[in-house]
């Protein structure tokens, strides 16, 4: 059977370049753990230098991201049937379709990653789409997909903070973001920047990470679970729905729904796979193999035997090791129903504002 190249993990033991932003590994990778278990890390530290403290991250762990999961950074439920990627896209059209997004329209993809989602997006509804991102690596991963793929035409990018894009009011014609507006450190700001430059009686669709009602802050495995969580993933702190919807209308938005999709999946009467099934991974293919944790530990094990032999970045392992802390405790708070990747909300701007 031929082993497709993307299958390999080539991407991930790229050589830095000098003066790149974060060109030494090992550094970055304990930089970006001490803001979450050094002796003075805090919630409030976090949130003051998040904008660093991202772009650390994804300076890591964008490689690994391609390699493990596509081009498309975010998760999704399953239908029974259905493959991996159908969902991932499937998950990406829901939001097109209640964004109201079509033909002629310009829409903008809030933290668009290497633009997987936008290249779907755009396909599918015909629109042009602006990727937000802060990140220079990962936009020029995104364009060179996009020059592959002939669709340089539909999407462009700004390198910019979601938070503080600097375009103009009332221009765009609605926005999205996929499990990524979970990075800003102020809710509040971060929608009211978005309400401000999208078009009166367009809409703002996105999928929260948040914790659910059945977590409890006085359970010491949930709050290790939350902060593994936090940790793997870069974010400040995570919130509930009610926040995020709360947050929606101090922002001058219209909630017109708001719910957990992965839940409303795993309780309806459609045989489904649960959004953190990847992550458990599956014996049977060779994709399923690299997210199993004996897969991971294979990846982790041969980031070291190639750093030793100096082809690898120094810093690779520990790297893996941030995601390994990640996907275990992704995956435990699935299990136990006290964190969603996708709460949805639909958030109208008043033709009036």
């Given at each position: 059977?031929?082993?497709?190249?993307?299958?390999?993990?080539?991407?991930?033991?790229?050589?830095?370049?000098?003066?790149?932003?974060?060109?030494?590994?090992?550094?970055?990778?304990?930089?970006?753990?001490?803001?979450?278990?050094?002796?003075?890390?805090?919630?409030?530290?976090?949130?003051?230098?998040?904008?660093?403290?991202?772009?650390?991250?994804?300076?890591?762990?964008?490689?690994?991201?391609?390699y493990?999961?596509?081009?498309?950074?975010?998760?999704?439920?399953?239908?029974?049937?259905?493959?991996?990627?159908?969902?991932?896209?499937?998950?990406?059209?829901?939001l097109?379709?209640?964004?109201?997004?079509?033909?002629?329209?310009?829409?903008?993809?809030?933290?668009?990653?290497?633009?997987?989602?936008?290249?779907?997006?755009?396909?599918?509804?015909?629109?042009?789409?602006?990727?937000?991102?802060?990140?220079?690596y990962?936009?020029?991963?995104?364009?060179?997909?996009?020059?592959?793929?002939?669709?340089?035409?539909?999407?462009?990018?700004?390198?910019?903070?979601f938070?503080?894009?600097?375009?103009?009011?009332?221009?765009?014609?609605?926005?999205?973001?996929?499990?990524?507006?979970?990075?800003?450190?102020?809710?509040?700001?971060?929608y009211?920047?978005?309400?401000?430059?999208?078009?009166?009686?367009?809409?703002?669709?996105?999928?929260?990470?948040?914790?659910?009602?059945?977590?409890?802050?006085?359970?010491?495995?949930?709050?290790?679970?939350?902060?593994?969580?936090?940790?793997?993933?870069?974010?400040?702190?995570?919130?509930?729905?009610?926040q995020?919807?709360?947050?929606?209308?101090?922002?001058?938005?219209?909630?017109?729904?708001?719910?957990?999709?992965?839940?409303?999946?795993?309780?309806?009467?459609?045989?489904?796979?649960?959004?953190?099934?990847?992550?458990?991974?599956?014996?049977?293919?060779?994709?399923g193999?690299?997210?199993?944790?004996?897969?991971?530990?294979?990846?982790?094990?041969?980031?070291?035997?190639?750093?030793?032999?100096?082809?690898?970045?120094?810093?690779?392992?520990?790297?893996?090791?941030?995601?390994?802390?990640?996907?275990?405790?992704?995956?435990?708070g699935?299990?136990?129903?006290?964190?969603?990747?996708?709460?949805?909300?639909?958030?109208?701007?008043?033709?009036?504002?």
């Amino acid at each position: 059977m031929a082993v497709k190249r993307e299958s390999l993990p080539f991407q991930i033991f790229r050589k830095r370049n000098a003066g790149e932003t974060n060109e030494n590994v090992e550094a970055t990778a304990d930089r970006f753990r001490d803001r979450f278990d050094g002796k003075d890390a805090t919630v409030e530290g976090r949130k003051s230098e998040a904008t660093t403290m991202v772009n650390e991250y994804y300076d890591l762990v964008t490689d690994f991201y391609e390699y493990g999961w596509g081009q498309a950074f975010h998760f999704a439920p399953r239908y029974e049937g259905e493959s991996f990627y159908e969902a991932i896209a499937r998950h990406e059209f829901f939001l097109a379709l209640h964004g109201g997004f079509k033909s002629g329209m310009t829409v903008l993809d809030l933290g668009c990653g290497v633009g997987g989602p936008a290249r779907n997006i755009a396909r599918f509804a015909g629109c042009n789409v602006i990727g937000v991102n802060n990140n220079e690596y990962q936009i020029g991963r995104a364009r060179r997909y996009d020059s592959r793929l002939g669709l340089s035409h539909l999407l462009n990018y700004a390198k910019t903070d979601f938070c503080n894009t600097g375009f103009e009011s009332n221009a765009y014609d609605g926005a999205y973001a996929i499990e990524a507006t979970c990075h800003a450190t102020d809710k509040v700001k971060c929608y009211s920047e978005i309400f401000r430059v999208i078009k009166p009686g367009s809409c703002f669709v996105c999928y929260e990470w948040v914790v659910t009602d059945k977590y409890d802050h006085s359970n010491e495995e949930h709050r290790r679970i939350r902060h593994g969580i936090e940790l793997g993933n870069s974010l400040p702190t995570l919130e509930t729905g009610k926040q995020v919807v709360a947050a929606m209308e101090a922002s001058g938005f219209v909630v017109e729904d708001s719910y957990d999709v992965c839940e409303r999946f795993e309780s309806g009467p459609a045989k489904n796979i649960t959004w953190y099934n990847p992550l458990e991974g599956s014996y049977m293919t060779l994709n399923g193999l690299k997210a199993t944790p004996v897969g991971r530990m294979v990846t982790s094990t041969m980031c070291i035997v190639l750093e030793a032999l100096r082809l690898a970045p120094k810093g690779s392992h520990k790297t893996t090791q941030i995601l390994e802390e990640a996907a275990v405790n992704l995956v435990r708070g699935g299990q136990l129903g006290i964190f969603t990747p996708a709460f949805f909300v639909k958030a109208r701007k008043p033709l009036d504002a």
